[in-house]
């Protein structure tokens, strides 16, 4: 008897866990979810906690509420140019009305990202077909993107049930055969610029080195003018000291002056001089003891 009644308790007990595990469900903080009858949504967004559901009856499905990332593959855009461009982009989403977001893609994740995805190059490539490369790449850029964001989340919300939280464009390439004549065309304006900035360096030295020379033409012509001048006033003031000197005893300086001759006259021994003996120039050198210098 007490032996069945415990194994009657315990099968009690482990009905009561299944019932319970099968009727008992937790939403996290960080998930939507719908409950579903047969197939049938009853509860379009549960909110975070504890719930009942009936077993067999019921059905939870959940999805992940966070923000999400959508990282597209790199597409190529035509510009109002006609110029390509390989545009790599992404998208962050999040689930903004549940049931929408079931019902159009049946909780299928990726479903929704192709959905979100397709939606978002659509969008992309008439903004960038509207607008020149250069608006796309500097100026309108930022405003496009808001605009984009808007535009795709008033889409998406009414189809999917998605409400878009940015979009925002990585990377914009040129295609590789492009690229090379754009870059040997900015080498080719470089190289531009820099021969006109050494054309205009080598106008400016050479008008620096003229000047320099015509400055250097007057410092020196000035200074020869100084020089001569003072040489001038040297010359000045030793003829008057030799005559002074000669004033006072013409014969010493004479005699002074002959010395002098006869220093330059003498300085190599192969001078040869052809003179008469008695020339003057021979005076003080015939007089005997100074007698030439007495007379």
Same mark, same amino acid.
Do not use: C
């Given at each position: 008897? !007490?032996?069945?009644?415990?194994? +009657?308790?315990?099968? +009690?007990? $482990?009905?009561?866990?299944?019932?319970?595990?099968?009727?008992?469900?937790?939403?996290?903080?960080?998930?939507? +979810?719908?409950?579903? /009858?047969?197939?049938?949504?009853?509860?379009?967004?549960?909110?975070?906690?504890?719930?009942?559901?009936?077993?067999?009856?019921?059905?939870?499905?959940?999805?992940?509420?966070?923000?999400?990332?959508?990282? *597209?593959?790199? /597409?190529?855009?035509?510009?109002?140019?006609?110029?390509?461009?390989?545009?790599? *982009? &992404?998208?962050?989403?999040?689930?903004?009305?549940?049931?929408?977001?079931?019902?159009?893609?049946?909780? =299928?994740? &990726?479903?929704?990202?192709?959905?979100?995805?397709?939606?978002?190059?659509?969008?992309?490539? !008439?903004?960038?077909?509207?607008?020149?490369?250069?608006?796309?790449?500097?100026?309108?850029?930022?405003?496009?993107?808001?605009?984009?964001?808007?535009?795709?989340?008033?889409?998406? /919300?009414?189809?999917?049930?998605?409400?878009?939280?940015?979009?925002?464009?990585?990377?914009?390439?040129?295609?590789?055969?492009?690229?090379?004549?754009?870059?040997?065309?900015?080498?080719?304006?470089?190289?531009?610029?820099?021969?006109?900035?050494? *054309?205009?360096?080598?106008?400016?030295?050479?008008?620096?080195? +003229?000047?320099?020379?015509?400055?250097?033409?007057?410092?020196?012509?000035?200074?020869?003018?100084?020089?001569?001048?003072?040489?001038?006033?040297?010359?000045?003031?030793?003829?008057?000291?030799?005559?002074?000197?000669? /004033?006072?005893?013409?014969? &010493?300086? *004479?005699?002074?002056?002959?010395? !002098?001759?006869?220093?330059?006259? &003498?300085?190599?021994?192969? =001078?040869?001089?052809? $003179?008469?003996?008695?020339?003057?120039?021979?005076?003080?050198?015939?007089?005997?003891?100074?007698?030439?210098?007495? !007379?």
């Amino acid at each position: 008897m !007490n032996s069945g009644r415990t194994f +009657a308790v315990m099968a +009690a007990l $482990l009905l009561l866990v299944v019932v319970a595990n099968n009727s008992l469900f937790i939403i996290k903080e960080t998930e939507r +979810a719908v409950k579903l /009858q047969f197939g049938e949504v009853v509860n379009p967004d549960l909110k975070p906690g504890l719930h009942i559901k009936m077993p067999i009856v019921n059905s939870i499905t959940k999805f992940d509420g966070r923000v999400q990332t959508l990282d *597209s593959r790199p /597409q190529d855009y035509l510009t109002l140019e006609k110029k390509r461009l390989i545009v790599d *982009s &992404f998208v962050k989403w999040r689930i903004a009305d549940v049931k929408t977001y079931y019902t159009a893609t049946s909780g =299928d994740e &990726f479903r929704a990202a192709d959905l979100l995805a397709s939606r978002m190059d659509t969008r992309l490539r !008439n903004k960038f077909g509207r607008r020149t490369l250069t608006e796309v790449v500097s100026g309108d850029r930022e405003e496009m993107m808001v605009q984009l964001t808007k535009e795709l989340t008033e889409i998406t /919300q009414q189809e999917l049930g998605i409400e878009v939280v940015d979009v925002r464009v990585k990377r914009i390439d040129l295609p590789t055969e492009v690229s090379q004549s754009v870059y040997d065309r900015m080498r080719t304006e470089r190289e531009r610029e820099a021969r006109e900035l050494r *054309s205009k360096g080598n106008e400016l030295a050479e008008g620096i080195r +003229a000047d320099a020379d015509r400055q250097k033409t007057v410092i020196l012509a000035e200074a020869f003018r100084e020089a001569e001048q003072v040489r001038g006033d040297g010359d000045a003031v030793a003829a008057s000291t030799y005559a002074q000197a000669y /004033q006072k005893d013409p014969e &010493f300086y *004479s005699f002074y002056r002959s010395l !002098n001759a006869y220093k330059d006259t &003498f300085n190599s021994k192969d =001078d040869v001089m052809v $003179l008469e003996p008695g020339s003057d120039f021979f005076k003080y050198l015939n007089a005997a003891g100074g007698a030439g210098l007495a !007379n």
